[in-house]
C-alpha cells in the first residue's frame, strides 16, 4: 500500500508569492494535518483536517490555509509567503481525529518550501 | 512557548553507551508518542504510553509515561550508529498536536 505522499518535493519561491502544497493520505484515513518543522525545531501543528472539515488549527497566521477533498486529499495554501515560512512542510494522516483518542499518524517526506 | 521541553537538545556518544532522553511539561497528556525522524524525511512513530507509570519495550529501547502524565523518557540501551536521528516527543489535549523541542542524537562508532 502507498504510503502518505506529498508534491512536490521541493519548491522555491520569492517574498509576497503564494504557494499550494498537496497531500494524499493512505487509502482509508480520513484525517489529515499540516505541519510547519523549521531547521533544528521540532514540527510545528498548523490544521488538523476530519471528514473534509476543519477540526484544529494551531497558532500561525491567517495567510495559511487548507482544505480537505472528497477524496480525502488536502492542499495547504500560504499566501503573501514571507522569509521565515522557508521550511519542511509535513502531512500526516490518520483514521480518526484527535478528539476521539490517540490516533496513529503517518507522515509524509515533505515539502521542502524555500523563500527567496 | 513551547508546550513539551526536550532534554538534551543534542547528544554525542559513542556506540554502546547508554542514554536518556527526557520529555517534560506543565501540561497533563492523555498520551504522549515518540518518533523518529531521519533527514530528509517525515517522523516515525516508535510507540504511544497512555497510562501513567507506564513502560514500554521496544528491542532496545525502554519508554516510560511519568504517573502524572505530564513527563516521559526515551532510554536506549547499548546505542548503535543506526540509532542516529532526531528524537520527538509528541502528545495533544483535544484538537491539536504538540511536538517537543526534538533531541538530535549521533552514535559514533
Known amino acids: 500500500d502507498a504510503g502518505v505522499t506529498q508534491s512536490p518535493t521541493h519548491l522555491i519561491k520569492t517574498r509576497g508569492q503564494h504557494v499550494t502544497l498537496r497531500c494524499s493520505p493512505i487509502?482509508?484515513?480520513?484525517?489529515v494535518s499540516w505541519y510547519q518543522q523549521v531547521l533544528g525545531q521540532g514540527p510545528q501543528f498548523i490544521f488538523q483536517y476530519y471528514e473534509k472539515e476543519e477540526r484544529g488549527r494551531g497558532n500561525f497566521p491567517d495567510r495559511f490555509s487548507a482544505r480537505q477533498f472528497p477524496n480525502y486529499s488536502s492542499e495547504l495554501n500560504v499566501n503573501a509567503l514571507l522569509l521565515g515560512d522557508s521550511a519542511l512542510y509535513l502531512c500526516?494522516?490518520?483514521?480518526?481525529?484527535?478528539?476521539?483518542?490517540?490516533?496513529?499518524?503517518?507522515f509524509g517526506p515533505g515539502t521542502r518550501l524555500t523563500v527567496l | 512557548t513551547q508546550l513539551l521541553e526536550q532534554s538534551p537538545q543534542f547528544l554525542s556518544i559513542q556506540e554502546g553507551e547508554n542514554l536518556t532522553v527526557y520529555c517534560n511539561s506543565s501540561?497533563?497528556?492523555?498520551?504522549l508518542q515518540w518518533y523518529r525522524q531521519e533527514p530528509g524525511e517525515g517522523p516515525v512513530l516508535l510507540v504511544t504510553v497512555v497510562t501513567g507509570g507506564e513502560v514500554k519495550k521496544l528491542k532496545r529501547l525502554t519508554f516510560q509515561f511519568g504517573d502524572a502524565r505530564k513527563d516521559s523518557s526515551l532510554h536506549i540501551t547499548a546505542a548503535q550508529p543506526g540509532d542516529t536521528g532526531l528524537y520527538l516527543c509528541?502528545?495533544?489535549?483535544?484538537?491539536?498536536?504538540?511536538f517537543g523541542t526534538g533531541t538530535s542524537l549521533t552514535v559514533i562508532p
Open positions: 501540561s497533563v497528556f492523555s498520551s
Open positions: 500526516a494522516s490518520s483514521l480518526g481525529s484527535y478528539s476521539s483518542s490517540y490516533n496513529e499518524q503517518f
Open positions: 509528541a502528545g495533544g489535549p483535544g484538537n491539536q498536536f504538540y
Open positions: 487509502s482509508g484515513h480520513k484525517s
